[in-house]
């Protein structure tokens, strides 16, 4: 007997202590869900929100890459009436004259209907341009073919013609495969080749395109350029932008615009950060009301199970085994809803880009940091009410 009183009551391990933990967990199963919901949506939000930022980032990388931020692109400026300016002659000669610029190639836009059969009237054609180009224009704006191959050599004295992306969706082309014709204006042209989207040259995407001999003998459409497009050295970019207007026409060069159609995408994508910020915003909200639900559902448990804790106490548990059950308490109901949490924000993520055909990127920081910032707010939620049970004493919660 004697040997048993001066025997030490054992502590409970971390393990012990978190079984028992999940046990009170367990035991409550439909509030401790209806508890991490806030804390997943709150969770679900920031990851779907980051990953499709840092997804709509590394499309944009791939994007750039693959285009490249040295291209450069120069027209006329829209006239009082909205028609477009002429260049001067020799614009070409005079653009390559400039040092910095590694390759240049010009189209001509032509206003001649694009139709796929004679039996569609005038009115129902519109929508597709006709472009005049050279062999030159894939390989200096970065495009790709989706089949076939695009105007060279001898072929721009011949009535063929090479469909862009969006172009062929809208004629019902989506192979050259069997061979298709389509009448720009009055004549047939072959279809030798259909090009892959152009994200940075939407423009060109709803354009068919034929070349400069083809379109003197059959329209007297004359050489000079309306766009002129051109790759310069990359560590002289902003310097080939400020001397490119005055070269082209000395005389008026407020007439000439000229942009590069990378700082279209880099504009997008800061309008989408802040947008991004936004919504990072409206998910930490969810995450403080998912923080207070686990608080308040901590503080009416433990006003629930206060003979519970009294039994326990009179057993010999101290106070910070006490404090530290219900720490963990909360930490796990957060942790599932943490959880769960990640998973719905990666499959809205994935999703999301499945549907809007970009890279998937979600890097792995961030899926750590949100369980972390999850396990965090339980922590801090049941810390108040793991502090209130640890206070109370044996006797008083048994007699009530």
Do not use: C
């Not at 083809?214 to 970019?237: G, Q």
């Not at 999850?374 to 793991?386: D, K, R, W």
Request: proline share 4%; net charge negative.
């Amino acid at each position: 007997m004697e040997k048993f009183l001066n025997m030490k009551i054992n502590k409970l391990k971390t393990r012990d202590l978190f079984f028992v933990a999940l046990y009170g967990v367990k035991a409550r199963r439909g509030r401790a869900a209806m508890t991490s919901i806030g804390i997943g949506i709150g969770i679900a939000a920031i990851v779907a929100v980051t990953g499709i930022s840092s997804s709509g980032k590394a499309d944009l990388l791939a994007t750039l890459e693959s285009f490249g931020t040295n291209l450069i692109k120069a027209s006329p400026q829209a006239g009082f009436f909205g028609s477009q300016e002429s260049l001067p002659d020799g614009v070409v000669g005079m653009v390559e004259r400039i040092g910095p610029v590694e390759e240049v190639t010009s189209t001509s836009r032509a206003n001649l209907l694009v139709r796929r059969t004679n039996f569609i009237s005038e009115y129902e054609g519109g929508g597709i341009s006709t472009v005049v180009t050279s062999n030159e224009l894939l390989e200096v704006i970065g495009g790709n073919l989706s089949e076939g191959r695009f105007i060279e050599g001898d072929l721009s004295d011949v009535p063929v013609t090479v469909l862009g992306a969006v172009s062929a969706e809208r004629l019902g082309i989506k192979s050259i495969y069997p061979p298709s014709k389509i009448l720009i204006d009055d004549q047939w042209f072959g279809v030798i080749g259909i090009l892959e989207e152009l994200t940075i040259h939407p423009d060109l995407d709803r354009s068919v395109f034929i070349g400069y001999g083809v379109a003197k003998t059959l329209f007297d459409i004359d050489s000079e350029p309306t766009t002129l497009y051109l790759r310069a050295n990359p560590d002289y970019v902003e310097d080939v932008v400020d001397v490119l207007a005055p070269s082209m026409n000395p005389e008026n060069p407020d007439q000439v615009e000229v942009s590069r159609p990378s700082d279209a995408l880099e504009a997008q994508q800061a309008a989408e950060a802040a947008f991004t910020n936004l919504l990072l915003g409206l998910g930490s909200v969810a995450l403080l009301v998912g923080g207070v639900a686990i608080a308040n559902v901590m503080v009416m448990s433990v006003l629930e199970r206060r003979m519970e804790i009294g039994v326990r106490r009179s057993l010999g548990a101290t106070r910070k085994e006490i404090r530290s059950q219900f720490l963990l308490e909360s930490t796990i109901l957060s942790g599932i809803g943490g959880v769960v949490g990640v998973l719905l924000g990666v499959g809205i993520t994935f999703g999301y880009t499945n549907y809007t055909n970009i890279v998937f990127s979600i890097p792995f920081w961030q899926i750590f940091g949100a369980v972390v910032l999850a396990l965090v707010i339980g922590a801090i939620s049941g810390m108040y009410p793991a502090i209130k049970a640890s206070k109370i004493q044996p006797a008083e919660a048994v007699r009530t």
